[in-house]
């Protein structure tokens, strides 16, 4: 199983990116998937989430400017981030599950798979 994250980079505040995973080695369609964060000196924070079915739930802090998204065809879940603040600096990861419930969607410890991260800095 590989979870590839990739689309990190430098963004200027306000500024927008998008983060992709593709996923090998699983039946994609049947996983739930999801983006962490973990900042320096922080502990890895639950970003977004989307379910096997198509159900979506955010972190308070990203909510209503991320937005998690899947191509089953692909094996691909993206992450859309729009009016980036510097407190998103991050190195983002992307997270599989097939058995997770609902109520642990939010904690890193539940999944199964990870994939290496990519490093989004938002600075001016």
């Known amino acids: 199983v590989q979870l590839q994250a990739s689309g990190g980079g430098l963004a200027q505040p306000g500024g927008s990116l998008t983060l992709s995973c593709v996923v090998s080695?699983?039946?994609?369609?049947?996983?739930?998937m999801g983006w962490f964060r973990e900042a320096p000196g922080k502990e890895r924070e639950f970003v977004a989430v989307i379910r096997y079915n198509g159900h979506t739930y955010y972190g308070d802090s990203v909510k209503g400017r991320f937005a998690i998204s899947r191509d089953n065809a692909k094996a691909t879940v993206f992450l859309q981030m729009n009016s980036l603040l510097p407190e998103d600096t991050a190195v983002y990861y992307c997270?599989?599950?097939?058995?997770?419930?609902?109520?642990?969607?939010?904690?890193?410890?539940?999944?199964?798979?990870w994939g290496r991260g990519t490093q989004v800095t938002v600075s001016s």
């Open positions: 080695g699983l039946t994609f369609s049947r996983y739930t």
């Open positions: 997270a599989g599950d097939a058995g997770i419930i609902l109520s642990s969607v939010r904690r890193p410890n539940e999944y199964d798979y």
